[in-house]
Every structure is written in C-alpha cells, then in structure tokens.
C-alpha cells in the first residue's frame, strides 16, 4: 500500500513537473521574437501617398539606431493594422488609444509608448507650451446659439464620426448618458461625417446644431475657414483621453520593446528625427506607457455599448 502511494506520489511530481516545464517553456517561447527585419506600419492623417513619402526616412534612422532593416509602410485603417499584428506581419503599430484595446484583446500586442502633444487652453482655441499623453473631446456649437448645456442638446441634430472613434463618439456619447441624455434617444439626430473638422463646418454651415471633435479642431477647420474657431465654439469638454500608442506585437521579447522604444524616444529629440513624427503623425515625442494607461478607455467602451443597444 505504501509502495503504491510512494509511486503516485512520484507519478504526480513528474506531472507537475513537466506541466511547470511546459509552461514556463510557453511563456519563453510567447516573448522570445527577436526581429531580423523591423516592419512599422501607420494610418496617416492627411494624403497616404504624401505622408508615406515622408515617413520613409524614419527606416534610416531606426536601422541606424537597431542594427536591423527597417521597413515603414502605411495602412488604410488601424484595423488592417491589428490584424496585420496579430497574423505577424507587423512588428510595430501606431495606434490610438481604442484600437490598442482591441489590439491587447485579441493579439496581446503590447504598449510601449504614448505620443507626447501641445495641450491648450479650455477653448481649444490656443496651444500651451507643455507636452501631455492625453487629449480631450469638445462639443461644438455656433456662438451665440441656444445651446448652452448638454440638456439643451436633446431634440438636436450633432455631427459624429465614427461609433469606435474616441473623441468623436465613444467620449462625449458616455458623458451625456452620465447626465442623464442618450444620444440615440430624447429625439436626437445624428448625422456621420468624416473628419473632425468637417464636424466643425457642418455646424459653422448650419447643416447640424453640435458636434463631437477633439480639442483644437476648430484651429483644423480654420486653415480652410478663416475665422471659424471664433464662430463654432464649445460648451463642454470631456475627461482626458489617452494619447496615441506605439504598440508591439505581443511576442516580441522584452529586451526588443525596450530597444524599440528607447530609439524612437532617442529620435524624436533629434532635429530630423522630430520633424518626420511631427509632420507624419503630428506627435512632439514620445513616453513610457502600460496597459493599466488604458483601463479608461475600456470603461467608457463598456458604456458605449450599453448606449449602442
């Protein structure tokens, strides 16, 4: 009887064991890829074909700083990109805030930097001189109209972007139902458009009565239409929203994150280096994140998707 116990008690050790084994080999083998060539990818804001053209000097100088080829390419939407992580075809992703949350989710793609920008003052009519990781969305009405709080918004028609769009949607859609008013009630109108500063015309042309933008695009709109951001203002300013991310995919090892992000940390203080993130991206620089950085946008989303039902 004892013999027999003494051999299970052995069979199990083996077991355990080889489960640990296994799974310590799992988690090696789940961070251990160690890029030969580095393939970057990003949505551009403005023209694909322009911006491309520009960002390409940025392999030169991430080859110059990793040791490796670099090759950066541009992707019609940040989906593209997330699927494009997730079957390995892309090693790094520019993304914003709410496509890393889908990008962890399904990918376990990981953060490694927020992009640094201008803030500004409440109005979003001025920049400060002090970078932050975050930005916040307005929404927008002609000055001098009736509206002046959110309540003021139920019965109205408000321009938006997309339902994924954090600024654009998910934000200020979250707050009003906070206060009390569902967007896709109280007899309200939404109308797509795309572009925040369309956003910003729609309401300056009199087509809708708000809209969802982010802070400052109505200085956007104001390179077309001069004048505009002293005629279309805001009556209400949401939380911060997080800045856009620098992602990697979730099986890079961590000395390569690392190294990733301390080169584009390095360039971006450099005169070149900042010139093609400014002008590709419209980033100023570059910080550490975490994942934890995210857990907002995950709350609002919640919520969105109650409001959405």
Same mark, same amino acid.
């Given at each position: 009887m004892f013999n027999g116990i003494k051999k299970l008690r052995i069979l199990l050790g083996i077991l355990v064991g080889l489960f640990i084994g296994n799974s310590l080999i799992t988690t090696v083998q789940a961070s251990s890829y160690t890029p030969k060539k580095l393939t970057v990818q990003f949505v551009p804001s403005v023209d694909a074909g322009n911006i491309e053209s520009k960002a390409k000097p940025l392999e030169k100088l991430l080859s110059q700083q990793l040791g490796i080829p670099v090759q950066v390419s541009v992707s019609t939407n940040f989906n593209t990109i997330v699927e494009a992580m997730g079957s390995k075809k892309v090693d790094v992703g520019f993304l914003p805030s709410d496509a890393y949350v889908v990008a962890h989710k399904q990918n376990h793609d990981k953060v490694i930097l927020q992009a640094l920008r201008y803030g500004s003052n409440n109005?979003?009519?001025?920049?400060?001189?002090?970078? %932050?990781?975050?930005?916040?969305?307005?929404?927008? %009405? #002609? #000055?001098?109209?009736?509206? /002046?709080?959110?309540? =003021?918004?139920?019965?109205?028609?408000?321009? %938006?972007? =997309?339902?994924? &769009? &954090?600024?654009?949607?998910?934000?200020?859609?979250?707050?009003?139902?906070?206060?009390?008013?569902?967007?896709? /009630?109280?007899?309200? /109108?939404?109308?797509?458009?795309?572009g925040h500063d369309q956003g910003i015309l729609s309401v300056y042309n009199g087509d809708t009565d708000a809209a969802f933008a982010y802070q400052k695009a109505q200085l956007v709109a104001q390179k077309d239409t001069p004048g505009i951001a002293q005629k279309v203002v805001p009556i209400y300013t949401t939380a911060k929203i997080p800045n856009d991310t620098v992602t990697v995919r979730g099986d890079m090892s961590p000395k390569w994150q690392n190294k990733v992000a301390n080169a584009l940390i390095k360039i971006s203080k450099t005169k070149k280096g900042h010139k093609i993130i400014s002008e590709v991206y419209s980033h100023e620089g570059y910080v550490r994140s975490k994942d934890s950085n995210f857990n907002i946008i995950r709350k609002y989303d919640k919520i969105a998707q109650k409001i959405n039902k």
């Open positions: 109005s979003g009519t001025k920049e400060s001189k002090k970078l %932050v990781n975050y930005y916040r969305s307005q929404i927008f %009405v #002609k #000055k001098n109209s009736k509206i /002046k709080s959110l309540k =003021d918004l139920k019965g109205k028609t408000i321009a %938006v972007q =997309d339902t994924t &769009s &954090s600024s654009g949607w998910i934000y200020p859609a979250v707050e009003m139902y906070q206060h009390g008013i569902n967007i896709n /009630k109280n007899k309200i /109108k939404t109308v797509q458009v795309k």
